[in-house]
RNA sequence: GCGUCGGUGGCGGAGUGGUCAAUCGCAUCAGACUGUAAAUCUGACGGGCUUAGCCCUACGCAGGUUCAAAUCCUGCCCGGCGCACCA
């Protein structure tokens, strides 16, 4: 990627909600690494969550961006929240297995980067993540298994020396919680970073409950008479407290990403460095994508979403199924559409001059190219067409198996085209379950003979093979 | 801990002994119209069947009263609010 001025300007602006970058300090440090004059790493935070890989097109948008950024030579840093995302947590263990912890996070990071890998660089030279738990443990917290611990150190005369400790002492747990830690495994660090309750304090010193409650969500329930946990309270704090030691851990931490409803918390972090005399991030924020729905933002719990894993067709047809008014959404936060281009076609619609499905078509097309290739984008429009505009079946549907003689009921339950018999039954009725050629199946007990094609409703196909 | 109000389908929220598989709104699904858009109209919306009907399972959980319970009683669990206790 070039990194002429148009490419800089571009990656603040498009899809972006607030760029923070007080005395353009971040900028000149982009600038300066283009051009090979800054040595040092230029590191970016961005927060997931890898229990939910799903990744959609709205995380998508950010991680494009971020993309551009390692195309400059920044390093992007994942923080898994795992501790944080524990506070919430109902289910109150006090205690916890960090070795246990630390696969099931690995297991689920292989599934999430398994996407990301479509979007982002995942070598180290550019990528990196980490979890806050590392630091946020303390060797209370953790549980042991094991009986007895061996720690390897030197005697008086400097020989190679080790001692048994018995496992659940407080060093016995700090030998077993350090060999575990990403800081030590993962990053090679000798010296250990932890947040301490005196650290907290220090920082919490310095902020102000006025501070805090600045912020929209607190304000909104204030107002509703609704509880305010202190938990929640810190939840900003902690999450500036990860930036900071991003930044010890890392060397700097430079820019934190995240979408616009995060941006108080991504504030945050700039007053926790302030106050821990480190040099402070800055921060950019990603407009949220509107989901399918065109009302609620994109979200997987809302089912409005469309994962970068779907199939081409499915993609396109989702695509396509957004209301109109998300299209210049779409357009700017999921295509790399110049967009010189994008105002023209606002321009051009806003005079009603062109049919808006054939902008939809193309963005639909754009997107799936993204993700599947060109080709694989021109035989999702293809089959759209076909399917759709023509009333037909796609070329590539799903395929199932089933017995000779089994009844079409059955198989559409079993492969969940329905939810229920019930629902088929209905189906049936409201003549919604139709063979290739269009004609209805009146018959409920209707069972197959041969191999056959069905549309179920206008949105599931199906090719069922006996 | 005491008092009080509440826990109903994906969500919100009616119903307070039989006519309740449960009014209504949202969401969802299907049909019509279309551009698989929006808007609009129509219908469906616990499961199952040999389907003008029948059966099963459901109104926090477990018992009980009754010919009959989402509805009444008892116990338990969970949540909101008020008060007290502790500090």
């Not at 229920?420 to 018959?443: N, Q, Y």
Request: glycine content about 8%.
């Amino acid at each position: 990627m070039k990194s002429d001025a148009n490419t800089i300007e571009e990656l603040f602006s498009r899809g972006v909600g607030e760029f923070i970058d007080p005395g353009g300090v971040f900028k000149e440090k982009l600038l300066k690494k283009s051009k090979g004059e800054y040595s040092n790493d230029i590191i970016i935070k961005f927060g997931i969550d890898p229990t939910q890989p799903d990744i959609h097109l709205g995380h998508a948008a950010v991680f494009r961006k971020l993309r551009q950024f390692q195309d400059l030579g920044c390093k992007v840093v994942f923080l898994v929240g795992d501790f944080t995302a524990n506070i919430g947590d109902p289910t109150g263990k006090n205690k916890v297995r960090p070795s246990i912890e630390q696969k099931e996070i690995e297991a689920n990071m292989a599934t999430y980067l398994k996407q990301v890998g479509k979007i982002l660089q995942t070598d180290e030279e550019v990528f990196s993540w980490i979890k806050n738990s590392d630091w946020f443990y303390s060797v209370s917290d953790l549980m042991v298994e094991e009986k007895s611990v061996r720690i390897q150190g030197k005697d008086e005369k400097g020989n190679d020396s080790s001692i048994q400790v018995s496992a659940n002492s407080h060093i016995g747990k700090a030998a077993l919680y350090s060999a575990t830690r990403m800081q030590k495994t993962h990053l090679k660090k000798e010296e250990m970073h932890d947040i301490t309750l005196r650290g907290l304090l220090w920082t919490l010193g310095h902020i102000t409950h006025a501070r805090l409650i600045e912020r929209d969500m607190f304000q909104e329930r204030i107002k509703k008479g609704e509880e305010l946990y202190m938990h929640e309270m810190l939840y900003p704090i902690l999450q500036g407290i990860d930036s900071l030691f991003i930044a010890k851990i890392y060397g700097s931490c430079d820019l934190e990403i995240g979408g616009t409803d995060q941006v108080f918390n991504m504030l945050m972090g700039r007053d926790v460095m302030k106050i821990n005399k480190r040099e402070q991030q800055s921060v950019l924020s990603i407009k949220l994508l509107e989901g399918t729905d065109g009302k609620e933002k994109m979200s997987k719990s809302l089912g409005n979403y469309i994962a970068i894993t779907d199939e081409p067709n499915d993609m396109y047809g989702k695509v396509m199924s957004v209301p109109d008014a998300s299209i210049m959404n779409y357009f700017e936060l999921c295509t790399y559409t110049p967009r010189s281009e994008i105002e023209k076609m606002k321009n051009i619609i806003e005079k009603g001059g062109t049919n808006l499905r054939d902008k939809k078509m193309e963005l639909a097309r754009r997107i799936v190219a993204l993700y599947h290739g060109e080709e694989q984008a021109q035989k999702a429009q293809k089959d759209f067409i076909a399917a759709f505009q023509k009333g037909g079946v796609p070329e590539e549907i799903e395929e199932v198996a089933a017995e000779k003689k089994e009844k079409l009921s059955d198989i559409l339950l079993k492969n969940g085209f329905v939810r229920s018999k019930t629902e088929f039954r209905r189906l049936i009725k409201e003549g919604a379950i139709k063979f290739a050629d269009g004609s209805k199946v009146e018959d409920e007990h209707y069972a197959l003979e041969e191999d056959g094609v069905f549309k179920v409703g206008k949105k599931r196909f199906v090719r069922i093979v006996v």
